[in-house]
């Protein structure tokens, strides 16, 4: 009998190593929407906002995942979407922030108190910060609302000056780009963590895009003014601003010709791309000046939104009528090499 017992025992020690070795060696999926592309479509003023998923290897697609999940709409004109470990952070200009599982769209949690025109979410540690315009003909009363994720509310609000969009956090500190809201603005504020005291940095006409270089440098595309309605017009140039961060000193400023307001940039390794007349331009880090040759022409009608990873630029060219397009070029060819239907009004482009 005791042989018996020791034989059984014996085989469940094989069992178990087997098994463990089994699991081990697997890498099970986290959700259906893992490993691939999450576009926003901001939606219209008669068509809902929805969010997008192609598969990494560009063979499927989705449309409105989170109303397939939670069978309800992501609002009206879905701002951006933020990425914090394994949740999404899905900003909604009505004033509300939904987290979600960012791997099964799972809604988590809604935020509601403390936002009025949200726009762009950045992390640091255990705290969110969210740019929003607040009422957007006041132009005084613009802050970056502080928010606690453990409980996932707005724990205190930093003013800042008009019109603050993208938001990026790096070394314990939050970089704002002010584009101007309903007006037009030209700084970069800078929030410490730590104090939330505010600086700002000075740069072109309309600041947007941002984005850290290999160096650890900021780098900021600015689209300059272009009020061609107002008399007599103004019009203002366009750069792309390298920042030196560890004193906010301007490495170098490069300026665009009158007449020319690139606003979309994508940055991915030492190299910044852009879109102007529907043409994709690269920006080495070592650049000292604008390039005056193109990559290669794109297709798209109205392209508003832009994305580059492996070796893959990802342009959407939105319709707010009907379901925009994902065009997918490969950057060495400048070859589209697939276009997907994503939502209506599609702009950011993220990795999941």
């Not at 005791?2 to 059984?8: P, V």
């Not at 986290?30 to 990494?56: C, M, Q, R, T």
């Not at 960012?102 to 540690?125: Q, V």
């Not at 794109?298 to 379901?323: K, M, P, R, W």
Request: glycine fraction near 6%.
């Amino acid at each position: 009998m005791k042989r018996i017992i020791l034989s059984i025992f014996a085989m469940s020690l094989l069992i178990v190593s087997c098994s463990s070795d089994d699991d081990a060696g697997s890498s099970e999926p986290s959700g259906a929407y893992e490993d691939g592309i999450i576009v926003n479509g901001e939606g219209s003023f008669s068509l809902p906002s929805s969010i997008s998923f192609i598969s990494e290897d560009l063979m499927s697609s989705e449309n409105q995942i989170y109303f397939n999940v939670n069978n309800e709409t992501t609002g009206g004109f879905l701002q951006s979407i933020g990425f914090n470990d394994d949740k999404a952070y899905i900003v909604v200009q009505d004033g509300t922030i939904k987290v979600v599982n960012r791997y099964t769209f799972e809604k988590l949690a809604t935020i509601s108190t403390g936002l009025t025109l949200p726009r762009y979410i950045a992390f640091e540690d255990n705290t969110a910060y969210v740019s929003d315009w607040g009422d957007p003909n006041d132009t005084t009363d613009d802050y970056i609302a502080v928010i606690d994720l453990t409980s996932n509310a707005v724990i205190s609000t930093i003013p800042v000056a008009e019109g603050p969009e993208q938001v990026l956090e790096e070394s314990d500190k939050i970089y704002v780009s002010h584009n101007g809201g309903y007006h037009t603005n030209n700084i970069i504020s800078v929030i410490n963590t730590i104090d939330n005291t505010v600086e700002t940095i000075t740069v072109n006409d309309v600041p947007d895009e941002m984005f850290i270089d290999e160096s650890g440098n900021l780098l900021v595309l600015s689209s300059g003014a272009n009020q061609s309605w107002l008399t007599p017009p103004v019009e203002t140039e366009a750069a792309i601003t390298r920042i030196d961060l560890s004193d906010n000193s301007i490495i170098s400023n490069l300026e665009f010709p009158a007449g020319q307001h690139p606003s979309l940039m994508a940055y991915d390794d030492g190299f910044a791309y852009y879109i102007l007349n529907n043409q994709v331009y690269s920006l080495s880090d070592s650049a000292t000046s604008l390039p005056s040759t193109a990559l290669f022409d794109i297709s798209a009608s109205y392209a508003y939104g832009l994305s580059v990873d492996d070796n893959q630029l990802f342009v959407t060219d939105a319709s707010f009528t009907e379901n925009s397009t994902l065009l997918v070029y490969d950057l060495s060819s400048g070859t589209e090499t697939n276009t997907f239907s994503v939502g209506v009004g599609a702009s950011k482009i993220y990795f999941n």
